[in-house]
């Protein structure tokens, strides 16, 4: 068997359509107005706020006799009141690759603001196992023994279906896919898989906040410590108001403004 760790990879994200966006400022006659936002999706989520209130300058609006400057000041002010359905335009794509199902059976959990698409095991056939190892395992040599010695036995059982139903020389793919999703039945739930994962940046709040709290699993929360590492570093205005703690050893991201 082979041990493994969560691998974190940002795919994709929103992109503006500049064109789109000139033409929506000439029709609202603020052709003039730019951000300094550091990324298109923290734009996207300050153009979606400020045409709620047409606070792109004071007086375009007549109620409205002054405006926030800056990317970082408006989207605080969002975080702060709680506006997050502004934080639901931009899209963020993940992969998520050496995860176990334990980890993508809680992550289809959240479902609002995801995508989700799963390497399938009726079609992708096992012969090497991996894994990653919690803590608790990792740290005893009892544990570590039984671990990899169950994990070599599920291997053994993978290669002995093969040879038994001869898939190699099967000719019928839709053979070979009812003999792989017969085989998959005896992998375990520990199994590293690959997950795709797309979200927009309301629910990816959420999940940072749920799967690194110390309560959680800790493979998802280490998952989501890289997530949210990726995630500050690219897009700081939509996650400046929050706090990094360590707890056992992995990264605890939590706010103050809850329930955005």
């Avoid at 040599?141 to 190699?168: D, H, P, S, W």
Wanted: proline share 4%; hydrophobic share 40%; glycine share 8%.
């Amino acid at each position: 068997m082979k041990v493994v760790e969560p691998k974190v990879f940002l795919v994709g994200e929103t992109r503006l359509n500049e064109a789109g966006l000139r033409g929506y400022l000439e029709h609202i006659g603020v052709p003039g107005w730019s951000t300094d936002a550091p990324s298109d999706s923290e734009a996207l989520s300050e153009l979606m706020g400020r045409l709620c209130y047409r606070s792109f300058e004071p007086g375009l609006n007549p109620n409205v006799t002054r405006v926030r400057q800056g990317n970082a000041p408006y989207l605080s002010n969002i975080l702060s009141v709680g506006h997050g359905s502004v934080l639901e335009h931009a899209q963020l794509n993940f992969i998520f690759a050496d995860v176990s199902r334990v980890v993508t059976h809680e992550l289809v959990r959240h479902r609002a603001g995801t995508a989700v698409s799963q390497e399938s095991l009726r079609f992708v056939r096992l012969d090497g196992l991996s894994a990653y190892v919690p803590t608790h395992i990792r740290e005893s040599g009892e544990g570590m023994e039984v671990f990899v010695r169950t994990f070599e036995q599920l291997e053994a059982i993978q290669r002995e279906l093969a040879e038994l139903y001869k898939i190699e020389d099967e000719g019928q793919f839709s053979v070979k896919k009812k003999l792989t999703s017969a085989f998959r039945r005896m992998a375990p739930i520990g199994l590293a898989t690959t997950i795709g994962w797309s979200c927009n940046f309301r629910a990816l709040r959420h999940v940072i906040e749920s799967r690194t709290d110390p309560h959680a699993e800790e493979e998802i929360r280490f998952l989501f410590g890289e997530v949210f590492r990726i995630v500050r570093d690219r897009h700081p205005n939509l996650f400046a108001d929050y706090v990094v703690e360590e707890a056992d050893g992995l990264p605890w991201v939590h706010t103050e403004c809850g329930k955005v």
